[in-house]
């Protein structure tokens, strides 16, 4: 009693109330600043704002408030950003080149100086001797100036080679080019729409421009009576979006698509449709209404994916009269592609309701960069070079839509076919471990020299020859072209916030640097002094277009913007380095010659995998996998942070946790907690069961982003990669590998 009531256990935990308010180090002297920039650890381009003590050491980010897209937020991922600055045991810190066997992790370090002069003397040999074609660039970048002078560089030296992992873009332009007649991005007005129906699109965990989606989300919160935005999320797990949408649809895995031409159907049989934009702006509507009373009437398609008709009639009839609905497809964060089919289907919907170009809809963006780029002079080795085709054979004539299919590209690689790679640069992309990685693992032995530009020891740089780490994106100059999903013009502009905390160098100034050496039309296409310069040249443009405003204050009110006005370009850069950020608050969509054709070549019925899952007696269940906003699955590995955040439905200890419903593990006589093994037909994963209500019955989800082989301890050997053992299809359309549901079974351990 004399202890509790004296001083001594109070004051402790007073103080260590206060320290945990600490979120920054407070340094007890040296200057404290704020800069502006913005984040490129995916494609979203959120402005941020770090604080650095003394210019040496920043210690925190927080979302820029004046930009126009995160407007003060930020996602986990950006806020934990620091860490893949500081985090030693994941960083390259200088050239390295290889000492002994691939993948062994002998490493002798070079200089720069070193690493240019033996590469550009490859380049040289190779154009010399009309082999620049056997050079590939695989860029796992979004759209900005880096991105350009790469593919230029490549260009200019011969080769057609310049290959994307692929992007949710590359779906969008072919389904554009087959419904409008032009290739175009799409772009959402989220904020706006009243009536969102999600065919599983992970809206609240990455799908898209993740602070652009939460702040949607707040738009859609704000009225509580009928005026509130309802969303509709369709699939299979009681998700984070599906437990925050107004109405949860568990339709049974791979047939989104589907039910989606089911709902269409029911709005043409009852005329739930816009029928005004539908005469006035699409062709193909007889066509259209024939086809679907054949193929997907509502028994049928309520049969196929275990939606109820009453439900597909109740969602047909609200989303049909909706003000301002909107149709989402792209499951997941849309690190997977997906089928044109399901694509068609979904965007089916949007053009019966008339969302394209109106508020709360689709807008068809051009996608185009920034800048006015001096035009290429190409020689006799470049056009010899370029005249070689592809070989990932996009824009052939078997998939004349499709601009990047990079698996075929490693397919063709391992077999040397039509001709050998000799030199693979990778930059910001992670092969290895992707849904790339079966490919690449055969093409390894075929390609003489890797050269990769990653800032970390990831699971492709420890299979290169060549390590040439960038620095992280608070180290160097970059910018990014508009932002994933986002339906009016941005352009952000990143800049050093600090010195290089070890001996990298801009990949970007590389390729200059490499381009002057090996002179001619090659030096001359990238005929700038540093990234910086380019960076300028990009800003330029922005400016010559006389339109838009720097992210210098507040983001007006609805019916209060207007664009400001630069006495000079060297006034608009100088603020343009302050605050990180133009934009223009105008929706616009691209518009065709001729009226939007509904897709009816695409939305043929077809048997795919879902619906034949009775035939695989050997697989009886399902694996879904599913993404996470604390769950990196791209060419980044998780930050330390998130990873403690995970929960034990996630991950528990080093092993990957799967959920899967109670009446699901009864039948298969596994409990709770228990480790098994999920085995298919191409590979197996050990997971630990977490039983879970929000399950689909028969079917087994567990996320992607965990099994690394690399990076720190954090994430290397936790988990498992679900990548390797997922079904895949070739889509005969556009010809990439759609992962699918993937049939597995379970055994016990």
């Known amino acids: 009693m004399g202890t ?6 109070w004051v402790p935990m007073d103080e260590v109330a206060k320290w945990s308010q600490r979120w920054a180090p407070i340094p007890e002297k040296g200057g404290t600043s704020y ?10 381009g959120c402005g941020i704002r770090v604080r650095v003590i003394e210019q040496k050491r920043a210690v925190k980010i927080d979302g820029q408030p004046n930009h126009p897209i995160n407007r003060g937020g930020l996602c986990p991922l950006g806020l934990a950003g620091l860490q893949y600055l500081y985090l030693e045991e994941i960083r390259a810190k200088g050239p390295l080149k290889r000492a002994g066997a691939r993948g062994k992790g002998e490493w002798r370090p070079i200089s720069w100086e070193q690493a240019l002069s033996e590469l550009s003397a490859r380049l040289k040999e190779l154009r010399q001797n009309g082999l620049s074609h056997t050079v590939a660039l695989l860029d796992g970048q979004g759209p900005c100036s880096q991105a350009t002078l790469m593919a230029r560089f490549l260009k200019t030296y011969g080769s057609p080679n310049y290959i994307r992992p692929f992007q949710m873009g590359d779906l969008e332009e072919a389904l554009t080019q087959t419904v409008h007649g032009f290739r175009a991005d799409l772009t959402y007005d989220l904020p706006r729409s009243q009536y969102v129906l999600s065919f599983g699109s992970a809206l609240l965990d990455g799908w898209g421009n993740p602070t652009w989606l939460a ?111 909107v149709a989402l497809w792209g499951k997941g964060k849309g690190e997977l592609p997906i089928s044109l089919f399901e694509a068609a289907a979904v965007y089916t919907l949007n053009l019966l309701v008339g969302s394209i170009g109106n ?11 920034y800048g006015a780029w001096p035009k290429l002079g190409l020689d006799g080795p470049a056009e010899k070079g370029l005249s070689q085709a592809r070989l990932d054979g996009a824009f052939s004539s078997k998939f004349p839509k499709t601009g990047q299919l990079a698996q075929n590209f490693f ?10 790679v000799n ?7 992670n092969p290895a471990f992707s849904p790339l990685g079966v490919y690449f693992q055969r093409a390894l032995e075929q390609i003489p020299l890797i050269v990769s530009f990653s800032s970390f020891m990831d699971e492709t740089a420890a ?42 160098k801009s990949t970007g100034d590389f390729f200059i640097a490499l381009a002057k050496a090996l002179g001619g039309p090659v030096a001359e296409a990238l005929a700038f002094e540093n990234m910086e310069a380019v960076i300028k040249q990009s800003a330029k443009g922005v400016f010559e277009t006389k339109r838009g405003r720097l992210a210098d204050g507040p983001v007006p009110d609805k019916g209060k913007y207007s664009s400001a006005s630069f006495e000079s370009f060297d006034k608009f850069w100088e603020q343009l380095l302050a605050q990180g950020a133009w934009y223009h608050l105008e929706n616009r969509t691209e518009e065709g010659k001729g009226k939007a054709e509904f897709p009816l070549s695409l939305l043929q019925p077809v048997q795919g995998k879902a619906a034949q899952a009775e035939e695989h007696m050997s697989y009886p269940l399902t694996l879904v996998p599913t993404s996470l906003i604390l769950l990196q699955s791209g060419y980044l590995a998780n930050p330390p942070f998130l990873t403690k955040s995970l929960g034990e439905e996630t991950l528990k200890h080093n092993t990957l946790v799967a959920q899967i419903n109670p009446a699901t593990a009864k039948n298969l006589a596994v409990r709770q907690g228990e480790i098994v093994e999920v085995k298919s037909a191409k590979g197996k994963v050990t997971v630990q069961l977490h039983l879970f209500d929000g399950a689909m019955p028969n079917v087994i989800f567990a ?6 082989q690399a990076f720190d301890p954090t994430q290397k050997n936790r988990g498992a990669n679900l990548y390797p053992m997922l079904d895949t299809e070739v889509d005969p359309v556009t010809g990439l590998e759609v992962s699918g549901p993937t049939r597995v079974k379970i055994q016990k351990l």
Request: aromatic content about 6%.
């Open 411 to 420: 397919a063709q690689a391992a077999q040397k076919n039509p001709y050998p």
């Open 463 to 504: 299979l290169a020859d060549l390590i040439l780490p960038a620095p992280t994106f608070l180290e160097r100059w970059d910018d990014s072209y508009n932002s994933s999903g986002v339906p009016f013009p941005v352009y952000g502009l990143a800049k050093p916030v600090l010195p290089p905390v070890s001996e990298t």
């Open 423 to 429: 030199i693979l640069m990778v930059n910001e992309a």
């Open 215 to 325: 702040q949607a989300y707040q738009e859609w919160r704000k009225d509580p009576g009928q005026g509130r935005t309802k969303l509709v999320q369709v699939e299979a797990v009681a998700s984070t979006t599906a437990s925050l949408a107004d109405e949860w649809i568990a339709a049974k895995p791979g047939t989104e698509g589907i039910l989606a031409l089911g709902i269409a159907q029911v709005m043409l049989e009852k005329g739930w449709y816009n029928k005004e934009s539908v005469q006035g702006r699409t062709a193909g509507l007889d066509g259209l209404r024939e086809m679907l009373s054949k193929g997907y009437d509502a028994g049928k398609v309520s049969a196929l994916t275990g939606v109820p008709k009453e439900t597909l009639e109740k969602v047909a009839k609200e989303f049909g009269s909706a003000k301002n609905p």
């Open 35 to 44: 800069l502006n920039s913005i984040c490129k650890l995916c494609p979203a």
């Open 359 to 369: 508020p709360g809809g689709v807008y068809l963006g051009s996608g185009s960069g």
């Open 703 to 708: 996320p992607l982003g965990l099994g690394h």
């Open 4 to 9: 509790m009531i004296s001083p001594l256990p």
